[in-house]
């Protein structure tokens, strides 16, 4: 068992996670100035202008959140062999925290939306990490630090499932000699692993070819990231007799290591100011009724307060897990609203579900934003009051 004193990879990682939200919200909120102001036209004009083969909108989504994808494999990864997801245990709370976090806002979401626009339901499933983290972070040291820890893990597992729907249900039409070529790739790396390979650069310009062949080949170019990540090596990070982790070389530590601070400084907030600006002064008055808005926006809101809160309750009173340490039901009420702000994974996923749709886009980002901006108030203020 871990002593008490010990300082886990996890609460680095939450550290980091919850300052780039706020760099996150900030471009956010540029983004939402830009695409209402006078410079809109420039601003969507820059978004579409080709750089090579792709739009910069491409580059940005395709390319970049490649990257971003794979700091979430990476992190996947060594939370499920050495931290906290390495045990069933540990597994068991969080996980059917996220099952019910993403089943019941699909399921608000499909009570709304029949037809075209029944292909959105996996956007109001998922949890923006980096926000939630910053917003129970704002509480200070009065959230308990199982509460954070409980939250991270659920994140990170809503991650796994999102990036499993995407791969299963957002993918077009399929080349097979590029699935061929992707096949290889990831048999390459995989040899690599096995054979004993330390050096990442092997790793990363395979892994480049692998983004190469997604990209062309109709799954999504996004999930190269995640089978790189897969295949990097990592050794379990060793434990001094102090509680102190020992110093560690592992490949997936250090590649984790260089890629928090560009992908939660640069990266997302890159993707948050190319996709959260939304025409809300150019929408129609029916689009913020709309059944799209509808259904992202309580989906959000009503199905992560249910899904969430309602299974961590229900695990808890069976006995089949243990409540957060410390924590108290306000605060598993405040914690299930913020897992409500959905917007990074949300808004990538509405790109996918309603391509060539840009109203039906503008409606899911209406309601990504509105439900994510009730969920982190609420989660916030539930959360205050409850510390006090």
Not at 175 to 188: E, T
Request: proline share 6%.
């Amino acid at each position: 068992m871990s002593h008490p004193t010990r300082i886990s990879a996890i609460r680095r990682f939450l550290d980091s996670q919850t300052s780039a939200g706020l760099v996150l919200m900030a471009a956010a909120a540029v983004a939402l100035v830009l695409a209402n102001s006078p410079l809109s036209a420039g601003y969507a004009g820059l978004l579409h202008r080709h750089w090579g083969p792709l739009s910069v909108e491409h580059w940005i989504n395709d390319g970049l959140m490649a990257v971003f994808f794979l700091l979430v494999g990476l992190e996947i990864k060594r939370e499920v062999l050495d931290g906290q997801l390495s045990t069933w245990p540990r597994r068991i709370l969080p996980g059917l925290a996220a099952l019910g976090g993403m089943v019941v806002p699909a399921l608000i979401y499909l009570a709304f939306n029949r037809g075209d626009t029944a292909s959105g339901w996996a956007i109001p499933a998922a949890t923006d990490i980096a926000f939630a983290l910053a917003v129970i972070r704002l509480v200070g040291d009065r959230v308990p630090a199982s509460l954070r820890v409980f939250l991270a893990a659920l994140a990170i597992i809503d991650d796994l499932g999102a990036v499993a729907v995407i791969a299963a249900f957002y993918s077009s039409s399929l080349s097979l000699v590029d699935l061929g070529g992707a096949a290889a790739m990831l048999a390459l790396l995989a040899a690599f692993n096995r054979v004993g390979v330390k050096r990442l650069s092997p790793y990363l310009l395979v892994g480049l070819v692998l983004w190469v062949f997604m990209i062309r080949s109709g799954i999504h170019a996004t999930i190269a990231g995640v089978l790189l990540a897969f295949t990097i090596p990592m050794t379990p990070t060793p434990a001094r007799p102090d509680g102190e982790d020992d110093t560690h070389d592992s490949p997936l530590h250090r590649l984790e290591h260089a890629l928090h601070k560009p992908v939660g400084f640069l990266i997302v907030p890159i993707f948050g100011l190319a996709n959260a600006g939304v025409p809300v002064l150019g929408l129609p008055v029916s689009a913020f009724a709309a059944p799209v808005t509808l259904g992202v926006g309580l989906g959000l809101l009503l199905g992560k307060i249910v899904g969430v809160f309602g299974m961590t309750m229900l695990a808890v009173r069976i006995g089949i897990a243990d409540a957060p340490a410390h924590a108290t039901t306000s605060q598993m009420l405040g914690t299930a609203l913020l897992c409500g702000i959905g917007f990074t994974m949300s808004i990538f996923i509405t790109l996918l579900a309603f391509p060539g749709a840009p109203l039906l886009q503008a409606e899911a980002k209406l309601g990504v934003l509105a439900g994510s901006l009730v969920a982190g108030l609420l989660g916030y203020g539930v959360l205050r009051r409850a510390a006090r």
